[in-house]
């Protein structure tokens, strides 16, 4: 696995997430994600809220990439990896009390992203290099 730095995690915490996954015949979809947030140095985590398209991806090819920009900003990064839906145990917990005392809606599930890749989003010269590649062989 790849590991996120703090910088990148403070980044990250600062940016809106948007998530990008591909279903069964490649179709490509996009969308915010309010939620995300990491979870460890090799994880992030959020809260499946509607079921849709990006759930369906999921559940079809196990595929996302999630890019962190924040505006305004001339830093930012994507990362990459496998995702796993949960709905019990710990990453499900961890759902349910983010959005405790919120008006965010109860997850249907939790999805954990394991990074496996780490590219820049930067303005200029550096944009879309590579950080860092080290996926789990399954």
Do not use: S
């Not at 940016?15 to 992030?44: C, I, S, Y």
């Not at 900003?73 to 949960?86: H, I, P, Q, S, W």
């Amino acid at each position: 696995m790849a590991k996120l730095t703090q910088e990148m995690k403070d980044l990250m915490d600062k940016g809106l997430a948007f998530l990008a996954t591909a279903d069964e015949n490649g179709n490509p979809q996009v969308g915010p994600k309010g939620t995300m947030r990491v979870f460890d140095d090799e994880h992030l985590i959020y809260n499946e809220e509607t079921g849709r398209q990006a759930w369906h991806n999921i559940q079809a090819t196990g595929k996302a990439a999630v890019a962190f920009h924040p505006t305004p900003g001339l830093k930012g990064f994507r990362v990459e990896g496998r995702a796993t839906t949960y709905t019990d145990g710990p990453y499900m917990e961890n759902a349910k009390q983010f959005v405790e005392g919120t008006k965010l809606p109860q997850p249907m599930a939790a999805v954990v992203i394991t990074v496996d890749r780490i590219v820049t989003l930067d303005a200029g010269p550096n944009a879309g290099t590579e950080i860092a590649n080290d996926p789990v062989k399954d």
